[in-house]
């Protein structure tokens, strides 16, 4: 298959691991994340608790952009953030539930090593 491999069987639960990797590579993902909202008041409060994730998790090797997304009816869940990773010509798409953050580990292990390495 030309799509990417399956990662060998790792253990990144500690973010330090997926820290490393990145640091070594000198990788860095512009993260777009998407706030969808129904009001201003709304939009206020998930932009406060995105922005504290962010710092929880360890974003901040990245280049990060917030837009909102005004949500009308049900078309979309307001506790759900949509997190877009890009590197290369790729586009990785990360659903946050309840304003969390996926860690720096997560990202290694759903976009795999080729990609942090900046392969395309």
């Known amino acids: 298959e030309s799509k990417k491999a399956p990662l060998p069987t790792m253990d ?9 990797a990145i640091s070594v590579h000198r990788v860095f993902f512009p993260v ?3 706030v969808h909202y129904t009001d201003m008041h709304n939009y206020a409060d998930r932009m406060a608790q995105i922005r504290q994730r962010l710092t929880e998790y360890e ?5 990060v952009t917030f837009t909102p997304v005004l ?3 049900t078309e979309f869940d307001t506790n759900i953030f949509d ?4 590197g290369g010509h790729r586009r990785y798409k990360f659903g946050i539930f309840d304003g ?3 860690s720096l580990a ?3 292990d759903t976009i795999g090593w080729a990609a942090v390495r900046g392969e395309n």
């Open 100 to 102: 969390r953050v996926p």
């Open 106 to 108: 997560e990202i290694v």
């Open 59 to 63: 974003f901040f090797p990245f280049p």
């Open 32 to 34: 777009h994340v998407y």
């Open 71 to 73: 949500a009308s009816g």
């Open 83 to 86: 997190v877009y990773i890009i």
């Open 12 to 20: 990144f639960t500690a973010s330090s691991a997926a820290q490393q």
